[in-house]
């Protein structure tokens, strides 16, 4: 059973304009949520967190956005650069259970010059 | 200099055969963790230490065993070698198995099982 889910495998988008990738979660006890990004023959990078008590957070052109009553997030890119092409993996946890993060499949974003 | 570094970076190997992946962190975290990501590209928690112990144990095979010699090293050893055995592995670490915090990833490990 796939506990947190990105509904699209691939996005593309022109430079300059807004990437939104979206992630979709079945577990209402995940209080804790990252996002993470991944190159090629790379290991995934931290890129931002939110945690259930809030319903955005912002760090510079990044901003995550938790609808709780939905169980749904989503991680928006404004302005998308070509260096955004990446995988992007969204990961939950129950913070009563540490650090078991549950992983979705991830979205190949690629952003077109 | 790597945070997270796991040798070897691809490993290719016959069915059977017991290889081992070896885990270094040195950023003084206290808790390590080996994922699994599978062909469906599903990252998957396999084991978790914390200061050298066992504190997370999904459902894996016993034919996969961790070892953390120390905080800073968790290797995994896996026997007799399954086709099925085939993936990226990736060692993580964090600060502590509490509350939230991020994951530092290693490059990965490709192992594959003719």
């Known amino acids: 059973d796939q506990q947190v889910k990105q509904n699209s495998p691939s996005l593309s988008v022109q430079e300059g304009r807004i990437s939104i990738l979206n992630c979709d979660y079945t577990?209402?006890?995940?209080?804790?949520f990252l996002w993470y990004k991944k190159y090629p023959a790379e290991g995934p990078t931290f890129l931002i967190s939110i945690s259930s008590i809030k319903d955005k957070n912002e760090d510079g052109r990044f901003t995550v956005f938790l609808n709780k009553s939905a169980k749904h997030l989503s991680l928006h890119i404004v302005p998308s650069q070509p260096g955004d092409s990446a995988v992007y993996f969204c990961?939950?946890?129950?913070?009563?259970?540490?650090?078991?993060?549950?992983f979705g499949p991830g979205t190949r974003l690629s952003v077109l010059p | 200099d790597t945070a997270v570094s796991q040798t070897p970076k691809y490993l290719v190997t016959q069915m059977g055969n017991d290889k081992s992946i070896k885990c270094e962190q040195n950023l003084g975290h206290d808790t390590m963790y080996w994922y699994k990501q599978d062909s469906k590209k599903f990252l998957k928690i396999m084991f978790s230490y914390n200061n050298k112990e066992l504190i997370i144990n999904e459902t894996v095979p016993n034919r996969f065993s961790p070892k953390s010699p120390d905080k800073a090293h968790l290797n995994l050893h896996i026997n007799s070698l399954e086709l099925g055995d085939s993936a990226v592995y990736f060692c993580?670490?964090?600060?502590?198995?509490?509350?939230?915090?991020?994951?530092?990833f290693g490059e990965g490990s490709r192992l594959t099982v003719l």
């Open positions: 577990n209402s006890m995940f209080d804790y």
């Open positions: 990961a939950a946890s129950d913070q009563n259970y540490g650090q078991n993060f549950v």
């Open positions: 993580a670490s964090s600060q502590d198995a509490n509350g939230a915090g991020e994951l530092f």
